[in-house]
């Protein structure tokens, strides 16, 4: 694989035939927000195990004025979801009914974008792609099959519409057989008909809401019909590379932000070298700490996320805490999450960085029967106590794994990266943006090279220090003498999550690179 590069548009998504639905819309006038529409309707049709309209989204966008601004298309609790919903219990179930318990923010999310974006298709074209590949039908990838297999037994025994639409015969689809969506492909000409306002306060809204009534879910009608997509500002930090953004909480962005500001304190040594890895693994540890204590639905937080970022001695004094030759011992709870990040770039100058996930593999497994619609379970992550981080009440907002990453550089470039994968997403980002500013690899190179993860992925309770085969015989024994708990995992996996970024070069120059864990491409005209 290599760095594509182009002049007019680049997109860049985790399966070929949404970067190609969005790279459509760039040749047909659209700007790059029109595009990351087009991409993110497409990937809720052709990767539906990791993403779909019945998830959440978040969008940090770059205008060509300079300006950063972010969309969260991020639902709450609904009303019903409350302690006494979940009596008995020690924790929200991760499938079913009940952990179908919050609003779908991902459409909110596209039409706050779109408002605000001067843009002149109509929802019609942007949608045409995703529409025709949910009726004639898509071949399943094998990383989808091999989801489908894994995950059938505990999704094909919930209620609704999932073993109709995605075991039509019966058995989970394999690697080549054609899934074909005419349920979901007709909600998406429903949006383009009745507008996207009628997933939360119209036609299809009612019918959304009765399903989810007869499924046992405790999202209603008056739950959607508050919901708004809210736009607050992208926290962000100085290195010295430039500025970089992220998504606002209850994202974990800041904890993305705070380890490249650590590393970027810390001695690098070589690329993919023990200081490299080792310090970025320590940043990673510092930054997950804070996280933990603090990140969360903003209505209740108690830390300031930009206050911390702003203040260089705070930032100092966490960087002191990594010792260069020693692993601080861990574990620390860690969070799980399957995500979709896309990128786009257009002529004007327009960058964005997207991200949109229904949170586990189908999400809550609930597919609505009227709509063919997959409902996230995100809201399975709140803890079922009075109070304290992230615990459950109606309305709030869940803790999110999701986090879309930008850089201004000070030469003048502007990238935009992230990657899916729940806990490994802030350390994907520090790994390929290390390698790029600091160590100036290859966009492609960045992304394709052999990764890490500290802490558990789906369905694996260990929390070692996994690492990819392809690092120097040198660099496994002197993470292991420094106290790392190292886990070899083999070849390039997808557990390291699928990793994406494009760049934006002063003089119009355009580069998008994707990740060979994933069956994506970047595409540029």
Known sequence: ???????????????????????????????????????????????????????????????????????HGCGGAAEK??????????AVPWRGPLAANTVAGTISGWQTALESDGGALPLERLLRDAIAHAEAGVAITRGGAEIAAAKGPELRIQPGAYAAVFEPDGQPLREGDILRQPLLAATLRRLCEEGLESFYRGPLAADMAEDLAALGSPVAASDMAAHRATRPAPPHVRTSHGTLYNAAPPTQGVASLLILALFDRLQAGAVDGFDHIHGLVEATKQAFLWRDRHCGDPQ??????????????????????????????WPQPSQWGDTCWFGAADGRGQVVSCIQSTYFEFGSGLVLPRTGITWQNRGASFRLTPGGWNALKPFRKPFHTLNPALALFDDGRVMAYGTMGGEGQPQTQAALFSRYARFGADL????????????????????????????????????IAAGHDVERVGPITAMMGHAGAIVCHPDGGLEGATDPRSDGEAAAW
């Open 300 to 329: 209740y937080m108690e830390g300031d996320p930009q206050a911390l970022l702003d203040d260089p001695a705070a930032l100092d004094a966490m960087a002191a805490r990594i010792d260069p030759a020693r692993a601080l011992p």
């Open 444 to 479: 492609q190179e960045a992304i394709s090279a052999p990764r890490w993860l500290l802490g558990r992925t789906w369905g694996d309770q260990s929390t070692t220090l996994k690492i990819e085969d392809g690092f120097a015989p040198e660099v496994y024994d002197a993470l």
């Open 1 to 71: 694989m290599q760095t594509v590069r182009g002049a007019q548009g680049i997109v860049t998504a985790p399966h070929y035939l949404a970067s190609r639905a969005g790279l459509s819309v760039l040749r047909d006038g659209g700007t790059a927000v029109e595009a990351c529409v087009a991409v993110a309707a497409a990937l809720a049709v052709v990767y539906p195990h990791m993403t779909g309209i019945g998830g959440d989204g978040f969008w940090v966008i770059r205008e060509g004025d300079g300006r950063v601004h972010g969309v």
């Open 81 to 90: 979801a409350d302690l006494a919903l979940y009596a008995g219990l020690d």
